[in-house]
C-alpha cells in the first residue's frame, strides 16, 4: 500500500526555519518525482516545491524561491522541505504528493500544519 | 502562469441527486505532446487529498464510475452521478500541462 506521511509542521516565529519531511512507503521511492503543495486557511491548493526522481533537479513557486529548499534521500525513501525566512504567508497545511506518468499526482499524504506566530 | 476558475465554490446536494462542477484555465490544457493534464482532487476531513480523474476523463484506479470527467481546451466539467454520504468535502481541479502547476479554488459540496 502506498502510503506518504507528513511531519515536522509546528509553531514557528516569523523569520524562523522548519524543516517538513515526507516518508514514503508502499512503492519504489527512487522511481518518482515529488511535490509540496500548500493549503492556506481558508484558501485553495498552491504548488510550492519538486524534486526529480534522483534529486539531480528541483523547481520552487516564485512565493517561496530562495527561502525554501526540497531535496530527498532515496535511501531513506523521505523528501524534506526546509523552509527559511517564514512568514504569515506560509502557514497552512503541507501536502506531500508523489507524480507518477502521465502527470497524475495519484497518492498524497494528509499534510502536516505550519503555523507561523511569535 | 494559468489561472484555474471553478464553479460553483459551494454547492448543496440531495442525496441520490447528480450534480456537476466547472472548471475553466486561462488557456488552453492541450500539451505539446497532445495530451491535456487536466485532473479532479477531492479532500474529505482526515483524509489525504484524492485524485479522482486524470487528463479529463480518465478515472483513477479505484474510483467509482458515478465520477466521471470531460472538456477539453480552457473548459472542464466533473459530473457526479448520485451523490452519497462519502462524496461531500472540496472538489479541485487542476492543471499540469504547463509549470507551475495550478489548482481551482475548491468547491465545496455540501449536504441540502
Known amino acids: 500500500e502506498v502510503q506518504l506521511v507528513e511531519s515536522g509542521g509546528g509553531l514557528v516565529q516569523p523569520g524562523g526555519s522548519l524543516r517538513l519531511s515526507c516518508a514514503a512507503s508502499?512503492?519504489?521511492?527512487?522511481?518518482?518525482?515529488m511535490y509540496w503543495v500548500r493549503q492556506a486557511p481558508g484558501k485553495g491548493l498552491e504548488y510550492v516545491s519538486a524534486?526529480?526522481?534522483?534529486?539531480?533537479?528541483?523547481y520552487y513557486a516564485n512565493s517561496v524561491k530562495g527561502r525554501f529548499i526540497i531535496s530527498r534521500d532515496n535511501s531513506k525513501n523521505t523528501v524534506f522541505l526546509q523552509m527559511g525566512s517564514v512568514s504569515a504567508e506560509d502557514m497552512g497545511v503541507y501536502f506531500c504528493?508523489?507524480?507518477?506518468?502521465?502527470?497524475?499526482?495519484?497518492?498524497w499524504g494528509q499534510g502536516t500544519l505550519v503555523t507561523v506566530s511569535s | 502562469d494559468i489561472v484555474m476558475t471553478q464553479t460553483p465554490l459551494s454547492s448543496p446536494v440531495t442525496l441520490g441527486q447528480p450534480t456537476s462542477i466547472s472548471c475553466r484555465s486561462s488557456q488552453s490544457l492541450r500539451h505539446s505532446d497532445g495530451n491535456t493534464y487536466l485532473s479532479w482532487l477531492q479532500l474529505r476531513p482526515g483524509q489525504p487529498l484524492r485524485l479522482l480523474i486524470y487528463k479529463v476523463s480518465n478515472r483513477f484506479s479505484g474510483v467509482p464510475d458515478k465520477f466521471s470527467g470531460s472538456g477539453a481546451g480552457t473548459d472542464f466539467t466533473l459530473k457526479i452521478s448520485r451523490v452519497e454520504a462519502e462524496d461531500f468535502g472540496i472538489y479541485y481541479c487542476m492543471q499540469a500541462t504547463q509549470f507551475p502547476f495550478t489548482f481551482g479554488q475548491g468547491t465545496q459540496l455540501e449536504i441540502k
Open positions: 504528493s508523489r507524480v507518477a506518468g502521465q502527470q497524475r499526482f495519484d497518492y
Open positions: 508502499g512503492f519504489s521511492f527512487s522511481d518518482y518525482a
Open positions: 524534486i526529480s526522481y534522483d534529486g539531480g533537479s528541483t
